[in-house]
């Protein structure tokens, strides 16, 4: 997304609750865990409907989290309501539990 800023929703991302209180118990984050299974797509605003339709037609859960905008190269992140610092995991998180 050269030339773009990324805005992501941070409460939009979707946690199961299982995963989320496992993870409180573990003291582990769970956005370091999604990196697996998880598939992230950026598409035009007016496909997004369209796509998104398809996606569920085949029985996949899908999210929209975010969206593009003009501005510096980068990712803002908001978290109710306030910007808040982009999470970085060096490890995904369960690695830190062996």
Do not use: Q
């Not at 999604?34 to 598939?39: D, F, H, K, N, P």
């Not at 796509?51 to 999210?63: C, E, F, P, Q, V």
């Amino acid at each position: 997304a050269g030339g773009c800023r990324i805005r992501v929703d941070m409460d939009r991302i979707p946690v199961f609750d299982e995963t989320r209180r496992l993870c409180r118990l573990l003291g582990i984050d769970p956005l370091g865990l999604i990196g697996s299974g998880s598939l992230l797509i950026c598409c035009r605003p007016e496909d997004g409907d369209r796509l998104a339709a398809g996606i569920r037609a085949a029985n996949i859960r899908i999210t929209r989290i975010g969206e593009v905008m003009e501005g510096k190269s980068g990712v803002t992140a908001v978290r109710d309501g306030k910007f808040v610092p982009w999470p970085r995991f060096e490890v995904d998180e369960i690695t830190r539990l062996f």
